[in-house]
């Protein structure tokens, strides 16, 4: 059975950092790029970042390049979103996906406010 289970969202402050993880099971984690995206209230569901499946190479949304970074650990089949520098614009629902297989996580919230 296939899990992609996200952690770590929560309120920030505007400035601030936090660290998003995704634990993937039930299929070949390392065959497949995974992406991060994200669902502000009342808006559609835009591509963040992503990575390729062995982590060479990564791409990011405009307004995400610079302040937030993307990265995997095969060996703990895992994807992480680091968030530096977050504004309000940030908020949403951020949700784990694999590229490959099309499989999603049931998303964290991120929530920047002060």
């Known amino acids: 059975q296939v899990h992609l289970v996200e952690s770590g969202g929560g309120l920030v402050q505007p400035g601030g950092s936090l660290t998003l993880s995704c634990v993937a099971s039930?299929?070949?984690?390392?065959?497949?790029?995974m992406n991060w995206y994200r669902q502000a209230p009342g808006k559609e569901r835009e591509l963040v970042a992503g990575i390729t499946s062995t982590g060479f190479r990564s791409y990011y949304l405009e307004s995400a390049r610079n302040r937030f970074t993307i990265s995997r650990e095969n060996a703990k089949n895992t994807v992480y979103l680091q968030l530096d520098q977050v504004t309000p614009e940030d908020t949403g629902v951020y949700f784990c996906h694999s590229a490959r297989f099309g499989y999603w996580g049931q998303g964290t919230q991120v929530t920047v406010s002060s």
């Open positions: 039930g299929f070949t984690f390392d065959r497949s790029a």
